[in-house]
């Protein structure tokens, strides 16, 4: 028999077999039309099969063959099975998914232009030693599989050492990949790789037009993309010739899919190399503790840049006590007066808060009824713009009531500061000065943060209020202050990731400050400033405060020193998630592994969301491979469930977040 495996678009783990119509042979990554059930569909044949446990009688030929020449390198192929995998997601969606929506359908590939042409070249900035010994090291393993991780301070010029090294590849006919973290950040690096190397970069991220991506998707299968800067996705671009990768922010909690396929793009990019025998540079001021530790264990070589390339000195750090004093506006009297003398001095200042809407809590004073979510458990955030309630988890929202659903009181009263309230009395404070809020409600309006970030590098704005937004990488020539509203948020948390986020956030966003003309200030409030983490944060000790945190996952076998995978399920009412759960871990009792923990089943930390009961099972090991044996258990466990049908769940391997 003439059979072949080929991954259609379902949600189901495994691949489909198929006959072929002659005694053909058809080369995986071509698309084919396939009967799935009553309808038709497109697959991609991922390679041949020797035998099938389908019965000869249900086996089913294969409609139409769309491509002549295989649409998916080879390679690529291989590397969607390894990645599915892993993740234990539906090979189908994995492999699908991750084309241009044209070519889901059969469509073909659109002709295009080669861009190796006009490439021309703009001097190199003389390195200096640090950079010089971290070049020399990537230069050195260009034709191998190497994984560098360049911790360098904001401003050290890693993005020199990634353009010389990238200098190189180009030199040698092959391409290039830079993944960033957020879209916004595209722009930016994309101005930076064109002006040393010409009109030569083509981006890829889901911002895009449906033709742009599939131009620049054809482009790299093609082979006429030189350097590709995308985001996540681009990871999973038909590259055959790639000599380097480059993932800029490397910590950047962004690189996780958060939903749907879940992959970490940080990761998979690391495969990626690996499969192509190309290295890999990791970049960061404040590496992810995993890539720490990979380094440590010698997995990675860690390449340091300890000082900034410009003559500029780092910023000075104040923490401000503000556990006793009387706030003006969310901020301290001190910090006040320093805005004011940046201001005078026509200087540019950021406030960092992250908190968006008007009011984190809306209050009676009288009965102390906080408003909260109908569908979830959570505060509602109140919104200036005619008073209404939102809910962040949900998006619910209704308008403020006029009195006190309980005791029909009108004190009801805002606590606590977003980014709105925050702009709102800084315009008191300062009428004279331009200001501008940057924070995923205002950045909805389509072209506004560009906008913003542009006038911010034009120094057409003096004062600037954002969320995490303003933290990825943006570079502002003129800030010269920058002050951290709320730096308690993560100390407490349930979240044991929680802190190691909080010190990258911070450092990122005291890095924007002071990077070409003058050394810059920042300013950290808090109401816990002898807390050694604030200490170390104050003295912009990165290595020390991870040191601290390593030893304390080590202890707790968290996380780089044990691997989870997160069984989350949910329903509509609070059995069915829990039943659900239960199945699974009576169902893994004959397989129980010593070095796997099977935790919960237990609430999730919030556990109405949307309306849904959110409950998880946490799987955790020292061993990835016992890990992984047992999830190959729970998948079929889940997926035959009849408790399935009324219940959703999910499965989140190296996940992120606890929620
Ligand atoms: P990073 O990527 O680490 O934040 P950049 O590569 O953006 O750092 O460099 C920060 C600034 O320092 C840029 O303005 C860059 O032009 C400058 N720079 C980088 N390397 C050098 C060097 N060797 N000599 C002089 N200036 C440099
Ligand atoms: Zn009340
Ligand atoms: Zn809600």
Redesign the pocket.
Known sequence: MNLVKVAVPVPLRQQFDYLLPEKKYIAPGVRVKVPLGRRQTIGIVMGQCEKTTIASSRLKEIVAVCDSEPLLPACLCDFFEKVADYYHHPIGEVVLTSLPRALRQAKPLPPVSCLWANRQNNPA????TK?QDALKAILACLDQFYCFLLQ?V???????VYLQAVAKVLDQGKAVLVLVPEISLTPQTKERFVSRFGDVVVCYHSQMTPKKRLEAWTRVRQQKAPIVIGTRSAVFMPFSQLGLIVIDEEHDPSFKQQEGFRYSARDVAVWRAKLLGCPVILGSATPAFESLANAKAGKYQLLVLPER??QVKPPEVTLLDVGQQKLKAGLSPLLLAQIALRLEKKEQVLLFINRRGYAPTYMCLNCHWLATCPRCDARLTLYSEQSTLVCHYCLFRCSCPPRCPTCQSTALQPVGYGTQRLEESLKAHFPQATLARIDSDATRKKGYLEEILTKTKDNEIQLLIGTQILAKGH?FPHLRLVAILDADGGLFSADFRAVEKMAQLIIQVAGRAGR?HQAGEVFIQTSHPAHPFLRALFKQDYAKLTETLLDERARCHLPPFSHLALIRAYAKTADLPQKLLLHVQKGLAPYLHEAVKILGPVPAPMLKRQGYYHFQLLLQSSSRRALHQMLGYCTPLLEKSTLARRTRWSLDIDPQEMF
């Open positions: 900035l003389v390195l200096n950079q360098g904001t401003g050290s010029g890693k993005t020199e390339a410009t570079h070409v």
